[in-house]
């Protein structure tokens, strides 16, 4: 199984980013897949969630209304458009796959992660 994000970079306050995270070895639509990231100090979030169909979705408050999780089955990748990008959102994230809805685990203990990408808002 492999997961590989991109398009993470510097970017200052206000502005988007859209990054990516393809997947391998897994059949993608029967998993759920959820953006965590790792804040300074290297605490990680949950970021956002969406089911095994893109029909349902889920954010965490602090990225509700800017961030937008999305994906495409037919390319085995999901998505997470930034907006109003703020300093407080630099962080690494994390694209994760899982098989059940995303109560089942902690931003820890999905079972499947990528590297990461780095994200740096700043002036």
């Known amino acids: 199984v492999q997961l590989v994000e991109s398009g993470g970079g510097l970017v200052q306050p206000g502005e988007s980013l859209r990054l990516s995270c393809a997947v391998s070895?897994?059949?993608?639509?029967?998993?759920?897949m959820t953006w965590v990231r790792q804040m300074p100090g290297n605490f990680l979030q949950w970021v956002a969630s969406?089911?095994?169909?893109?029909?349902?979705?889920e954010y965490d408050e602090f990225v509700q209304g800017r961030f937008t999780i999305s994906r495409d089955n037919a390319k085995n990748t999901i998505y997470l458009q930034m907006s109003n990008l703020k300093s407080d959102d630099t962080a690494v994230y994390f694209c994760?796959?899982?098989?059940?809805?995303?109560?089942?685990?902690?931003?820890?203990?999905?079972?499947?992660r990528g590297p990461g990408t780095q994200v740096t808002v700043s002036t």
């Open positions: 994760a796959a899982h098989s059940r809805p995303r109560y089942n685990y902690t931003p820890y203990t999905f079972p499947y």
């Open positions: 070895g897994l059949t993608f639509s029967n998993f759920y």
């Open positions: 969406i089911d095994t169909e893109g029909g349902r979705t």
